[in-house]
């Protein structure tokens, strides 16, 4: 009760704030009052494609989480394995880093349709940072727990179970609610640049043709509650499998 009650007296004072500043500005297409924006969003949530888009880019972006999940635990592992992977893999780990999302979605606009490129935008944000938590947890593991294993024969599958898994699990939980958020906002732009049909990112677009401010705002709000919805989600299934395992 108590930490509901600091969420809505914090987002009250941010609200006020905001209606000062479009009190201020006194010019709905530049910084609409809030009531607005949550009429329009209502309005937008009274219709099939407000819940279409949503679904589509929560597809797209999750499916690029996903895969990215997969080939950042693969490259963690195989990095730890062997030195000489660890040398191979991780330029291309810190290329990915490095480079500018806009880059990532204009050549992906070259090789692949427009509807795949937010989900591959989405699994290369992913990548580095999975990879780059999953290999510390691997690398952190207890030496005298691996070294009793040894001692005693104990077979990989219950290494991996007791003793490496108890080591990355916090590492990998950290590098979700990381990842999902900027994998999720990249998705997002991913959209806005190429525009597929029936998402998010398209009627952000849309809204930038017909400079209908109030509908931006409420597009945007939109994208923020889901993100915060999907982190919340996600937040607590880790927490759920760290409990069991």
């Given at each position: 009760m108590k930490k509901l009650f600091k969420f809505l007296s914090v987002l009250a004072i941010w609200i006020s704030v905001w209606y000062i500043i479009a009190r201020i500005v006194n010019a709905e297409y530049l910084i609409p009052y809030p009531h607005i924006v949550i009429k329009t969003l209502g309005q937008l949530a009274l219709t099939g494609d407000f819940w279409h888009a949503c679904l589509s880019s929560l597809f797209g972006v999750l499916c690029g989480i996903i895969i990215g999940t997969v080939f950042g635990v693969i490259i963690a592992v195989l990095s730890s394995i062997s030195e000489y992977s660890d040398s191979l893999l991780s330029p291309l780990v810190a290329i990915i880093k490095a480079t500018p999302v806009a880059s990532f979605i204009l050549l992906a606009l070259i090789f692949l349709k427009k509807g795949y490129v937010p989900t591959f935008v989405s699994a290369l944000i992913v990548i580095p940072i999975t990879s780059k938590n999953v290999q510390t947890g691997i690398q952190n593991t207890d030496k005298n727990l691996l070294e009793a294993a040894r001692v005693f024969n104990m077979?990989?599958?219950?290494?991996?179970?007791?003793?490496?898994?108890?080591?990355?699990?916090?590492?990998?939980?950290?590098a979700m609610i990381t990842s999902i958020g900027m994998a999720w906002k990249a998705g997002i732009a991913a959209e806005v640049i190429c525009s597929p049909h029936n998402t998010i990112g398209y009627f952000l677009y849309r809204t930038k043709i017909y400079f209908d401010t109030p509908a931006l705002f409420a597009w945007t709000l939109c994208v923020?509650?889901?993100?915060?919805?999907?982190?919340?989600?996600?937040?607590?299934?880790?927490?759920?499998?760290?409990?069991?395992?």
């Amino acid at each position: 009760m108590k930490k509901l009650f600091k969420f809505l007296s914090v987002l009250a004072i941010w609200i006020s704030v905001w209606y000062i500043i479009a009190r201020i500005v006194n010019a709905e297409y530049l910084i609409p009052y809030p009531h607005i924006v949550i009429k329009t969003l209502g309005q937008l949530a009274l219709t099939g494609d407000f819940w279409h888009a949503c679904l589509s880019s929560l597809f797209g972006v999750l499916c690029g989480i996903i895969i990215g999940t997969v080939f950042g635990v693969i490259i963690a592992v195989l990095s730890s394995i062997s030195e000489y992977s660890d040398s191979l893999l991780s330029p291309l780990v810190a290329i990915i880093k490095a480079t500018p999302v806009a880059s990532f979605i204009l050549l992906a606009l070259i090789f692949l349709k427009k509807g795949y490129v937010p989900t591959f935008v989405s699994a290369l944000i992913v990548i580095p940072i999975t990879s780059k938590n999953v290999q510390t947890g691997i690398q952190n593991t207890d030496k005298n727990l691996l070294e009793a294993a040894r001692v005693f024969n104990m077979n990989k599958r219950t290494r991996l179970k007791y003793i490496y898994l108890p080591s990355v699990l916090p590492h990998f939980a950290s590098a979700m609610i990381t990842s999902i958020g900027m994998a999720w906002k990249a998705g997002i732009a991913a959209e806005v640049i190429c525009s597929p049909h029936n998402t998010i990112g398209y009627f952000l677009y849309r809204t930038k043709i017909y400079f209908d401010t109030p509908a931006l705002f409420a597009w945007t709000l939109c994208v923020i509650v889901l993100s915060f919805i999907i982190e919340k989600i996600v937040g607590q299934l880790l927490k759920r499998v760290k409990n069991e395992s």
